[in-house]
């Protein structure tokens, strides 16, 4: 079945750093690519997502780009902020007779100190 | 806009006893999924409901059922509670199914069974 691997981390980085955390998935067809973010005792919001291949989805200065011949979807960042501390998910779209679901990577934790 | 509203947010239950957790959507959404998040598994998908009818349901055992009313609200219920049941369980609303939309999460129901 279609799956979902990323780097589970934790990842410690100091503020204004540089960070990639790398995605990767199995999937019949092409499924939409998702990252998501979850605060600490909050549920999950969509950070970007990418329809098709060759899509870069951004927003809040994070990037991600699906790759087909690849088959990864990298989130990266160029200066990270304590702000974004945080889990991130990676996840890919799952259709199955009309009805859709979503699947998970298992999810990174990032840390950005002062 | 209100957002996806859990209720309760957190609940602590007995071994043995059921449990009903409830999902309010985004007004004018008309599918609801629901998933259970633990340490161990990561996100998993449980169902999903669109227009009172379950569409799609995750491999969990039949002790964990679900339901949608004509005005889009959910509850899912699990019966004969066990330990490994303890989870926050996340609600997500779209406005439609089988189209790539996005889904808007709540901010969890935490379930602890002791």
């Known amino acids: 079945g279609n799956s979902v691997t990323q780097m589970e981390g934790p990842v410690t980085l100091s503020e204004e750093a540089f960070l990639t955390i790398n995605c990767t998935y199995t999937?019949?067809?092409?499924?939409?690519l998702f990252w998501y973010v979850q605060y600490p005792g909050e549920g999950l919001q969509l950070l970007l997502k990418?329809?098709?291949?060759?899509d870069k989805g951004s927003n809040k200065g994070f990037e991600a780009t699906y790759r087909k011949e690849t088959t990864s979807f990298h989130l990266e960042k160029g200066s990270v902020q304590v702000s974004d501390s945080a889990v991130y998910f990676c996840?890919?779209?799952?259709?199955?007779?009309?009805?859709?679901?979503?699947?998970f990577g298992k999810g990174t934790k990032l840390t950005v100190n002062p | 806009k209100a957002g996806v509203t859990q209720t309760p947010r957190y609940l602590i239950k007995t071994r043995g006893q059921q449990v009903t957790l409830s999902c309010s959507p985004i007004?004018?959404?008309?599918?609801v999924s629901w998933y259970q998040q633990t340490p161990g598994q990561g996100l998993q998908f449980l169902f999903e409901?669109?227009?009172?009818?379950?569409?799609n349901k995750g491999n969990f055992p039949g002790r964990f059922s679900g339901r949608q009313f004509s005005n889009s609200r959910s509850e899912m219920n699990v019966s004969t509670l066990e330990l490994g049941d303890s989870a926050l369980y996340l609600c997500?609303?779209?406005?439609?199914?089988?189209?790539?939309?996005?889904?808007?999460f709540g901010q969890g129901t935490r379930l602890t069974v002791v």
């Open positions: 990418a329809t098709k291949a060759d």
């Open positions: 999937a019949t067809g092409y499924p939409s």
């Open positions: 996840a890919l779209s799952d259709l199955q007779g009309g009805s859709e679901k979503l699947v």
């Open positions: 409901y669109f227009s009172e009818t379950q569409r």
């Open positions: 007004s004018g959404h008309r599918s």
């Open positions: 997500a609303s779209s406005p439609m199914t089988g189209l790539n939309t996005e889904a808007f």
